[in-house]
């Protein structure tokens, strides 16, 4: 992907939020922490909502499964369980070049963590609270979404609440799937959201990958190291097996 030449073009900024909307982000890890967005407007821990934008406590992001200002992942998490979320946002944004774990392609940005699974849920596979997660990021700043999940449904609703976001200039970016199937996968095959495929490191498309001519994009998704839910340092950093992540209801 000619990373070092990008660099040499731009870095990641700060200025620059990514919501990652997922199962959960680990914004203690020492490779994300430093990342992390900041909701000025909010005091930590006073159980009191004091920039009135409906959450309380919000102060690095939202637990919209929990409805709690905690976008971590609970202590049952494992490197294949709750840490979906927390590979992805190393992947976008986790510190570059503070000789700790990896190098992230936007090193520098802010990292917007949103929580869309419970803590007691069954199926820790399962994206419950996307679309409310997907809302708190269009209504407190984000510029960047992204959706690491979905599925064969769509539906007005969504693609409308996707509408207003591009509308407000929100870039919305979501994986086209791991089915090795053309048939369209949403939230990716909306309009107005960027579909990424993956490919391998040979810059073929990967065996998993879906595809079709609602793709728009294809990126590396294939053996990628990033950081995991398991513990806040650097000593476990693990590419999981290629998976979906599936989305019930807002």
Known sequence: ???????????GDEDVVVAVVDDAVKITH???TDSKWVNSGEIAGNGVDDDNNGYIDDVNGWDAADNDG?????????????????????????TTNNSKGIAAIGGGVSIMA?????NNTSNSSIIS????????????GADIINMSWGGTGSSFTYQALINAA?????TIVAAAGNSSTSTEFY?????????VAATTSTNTKASYSNYGTWVDIAAPGSSLKSCVATNNTCLLYTSPSPRDLSTSRM
Do not use: M, R
């Open 30 to 32: 020492e490779d994300l």
């Open 187 to 195: 939230p990716a095959a909306y309009d107005n959201v960027i579909a």
């Open 166 to 170: 591009y509308n407000a200039g929100i």
């Open 1 to 11: 992907i000619d990373a070092l030449a990008a660099w040499d073009l731009s870095l």
């Open 70 to 94: 905690n976008p971590n992942p609970p202590s049952t998490a494992t490197a294949s369980s709750f840490s979906h979320g927390t590979h992805v946002a190393g992947l976008i944004g986790a």
């Open 129 to 140: 609270h996307g679309w409310s997660g997907f809302q708190y990021a269009l209504n407190n």
């Open 114 to 118: 949103i929580k869309c699974t419970a």
